[in-house]
Nanobody
Framework: VQLVESGGGLVQVGDSLRLSCAAS????????MGWYRQAPGKQRELVAV????????NYADSVKGRFTISRDNNKNTMHLQMNSLKPEDTAVYYC?????????????????WGQGTQVTVSS
């Protein structure tokens, strides 16, 4: 199973970007997905999460009202619409997924991470 991110780039303050993350490569059930980010010299932090089916979302206070997380369950993809971008949003953004897999001993959950995509907001 792998997570592949896309959509990062260099934008100006106030611009918008849409990040996407696609899960592929096996048979699994998506339990939850989320976006994290890590700025230079800082710890990785949670940006937004969305539960199975997209019924529940949570956001970091710093992005509430500007970012929207969504899922396309049919395509095993997740998106992060980022509006009104600020310089402090500059970071590497990582896709995370908790997947339920199946083994001969029964189902189990496992966490996966994408490779990261750079978002740079220039003032």
């Amino acid at each position: 199973v792998q997570l592949v991110e896309s959509g990062g780039g260099l934008v100006q303050v106030g611009d918008s970007l849409r990040l996407s993350c696609a899960a592929s490569g096996g048979t699994f059930e998506i339990r939850a997905m989320g976006w994290y980010r890590q700025a230079p010299g800082k710890q990785r932090e949670l940006v937004a999460v969305i539960t199975s089916g997209g019924g529940t979302t949570n956001y970091a206070d710093s992005v509430k009202g500007r970012f929207t997380i969504s899922r396309d369950n049919n395509k095993n993809t997740m998106h992060l619409q980022m509006n009104s971008l600020k310089p402090e949003d500059t970071a590497v953004y990582y896709c995370h997924a908790r997947l339920r897999l199946r083994s001969m001993w029964g189902p189990y959950d496992r966490d996966y991470w994408g490779q990261g995509t750079q978002v740079t907001v220039s003032s």
